[in-house]
């Protein structure tokens, strides 16, 4: 008999059992989209359905995910209403970029995002999280709640800044951290007049206020990269080499132009710390949980730590603590959904014989939500359970059945950065702390630009009474 505890099961909506009306899925939609996947969508490798005349097929099969998104991916460009919710924003940027700009953006931009180059920001990623964990040194042994969801968002924003700028931004830092959020609560949301197609010059009113916040940051950047040229030019051996000046060294006829590499910081700032930092708040939340896990996390970080290891080396040295940041990932995907168009007739045939047929303007929806927890792909696929992230059991998981960074061309190119991010920051933090759910952690995930808890996540951050010693 399996004398084991049950899994945690983290909170999420219920798959519904009935089709919604053209008025519920409206509603729904601008509340919170995750609300909205019925049954077959967890159950069925494929579903053919319409959404306001537009015919959408939702796709759950590895393989032919791994079709639409690499084999044939030439075929499928970004979806209508996935740009007219973040072109607004990013504009140029390679999560919004199509056609020549993204192929010439993605080729001048993948020797700066090299594991290499990652690796070498291990050691401001390590001083950044230990500055920031000095903000719960004063809770005691019986803690002090604190809003977990802010908290992350303010530990990955001092990370980005200080390995995108050096901490050199226009401006002041505080505000600049406070208008990225307002930036992204108030541009990135869908809007009615998304959902019915009008075209970019039609006012939305769920954005009304954003585009002041936009314009105010986007003068912020462009004068950080202003005064950084200027120091590119007049004193070369003293500009840190971080993600700003590889970008700036980008520019010319076979690189960027300025106003792209403006896109794409903003694109890491607006896409990059947010991310990591709605995943960083779920793995504290579920690890709160699950006992055995955080017990084997603390007792593997303590270990590291006191061997004196090296940051870069943490990402290798201490699997379980990659492993429940990735389980985190699989159940609240910071991007839920992967939104493509085909643009010529397509089809694809399973290894059972089934075909697929997909008519030019077909919308595709491949769902990390959803597909994440497909009863035909996972073990009990609502339950947290690390192991399953392990480096023995990695194996069993297809390639195209997890998706927390896309996968294909057009694949998050900050993937190895945000991986060594997580490790580094839950690595200190849970080295000093225990973070515990308290009667005000009743948590909900919706959907806004990423996967985030509705009311924020309160919870109690203590001193651990049991850590060891760092070595000297």
Known sequence: MDMRPEPFTPPAPVPRNRLLTPIEVI????????????????????????????????????????????????????????????????????????????????????????????????????????????????????????????????LTYAILSETLFSGEIAGDKESVSEDVDALLHRMGRIDPMDMMRAPPWVPRLTRIGGRKVLDKFRGIVAETMIERQRRMREEPDKVPQDFLTLLLQLEGPDGLTMDEIEDNILTFIGAGHETTA???????????????????????????????????????????????????????????????????????????GQTVKIDAGVTVLVMPWTLHRHELLWEKPRAFMPERFLPENRGSINRFQYLPFGVGPRTCIGATFALQEAVIALAVLMHRYRFDVTPQTKIWPVQKLTTQPRDGMPMRVGLRRDASPLAN
């Open 27 to 154: 509603w729904i939609a601008l509340r919170n989209p995750l609300e909205l996947w019925g049954k077959p969508s967890y159950t069925l490798p494929w579903i053919q359905t319409k959404f306001f005349k537009e015919r959408t097929l939702i796709v759950n099969h590895p393989g032919l995910i791994r079709h639409v998104l690499v084999d044939n991916a030439g075929n499928y460009e970004m979806s209508e209403i996935r740009q007219l919710v973040l072109r607004p924003i990013l504009r140029d940027g390679l999560l919004t970029a199509e056609g020549e700009v993204w192929k010439r953006s993605r080729k001048a931009m993948a020797p700066v995002f090299t594991p290499r180059h990652s690796k070498g920001f291990a050691g401001q990623m390590l001083r950044k999280s230990e500055e920031f964990a000095e903000r719960y040194a004063t809770a005691g042994t019986e803690g002090k709640v604190f809003d977990i969801s802010v908290d992350m968002t303010d």
């Open 278 to 352: 709605r995943a960083l708040a779920w793995t504290l939340y579920c690890v709160a949980q699950s006992p055995q896990v955080r017990e084997r996390m603390e007792e593997e970080i303590d270990r590291v730590l006191a061997s004196g290891a090296e940051p870069v080396e943490w990402l290798d040295l201490m699997p379980w603590v990659r492993a429940s940041f990735e389980e985190a990932l699989r159940l609240y995907p910071p991007a839920p959904s992967i939104n493509r168009a085909a643009i010529e007739e397509d089809s694809w045939t399973s290894p059972e």
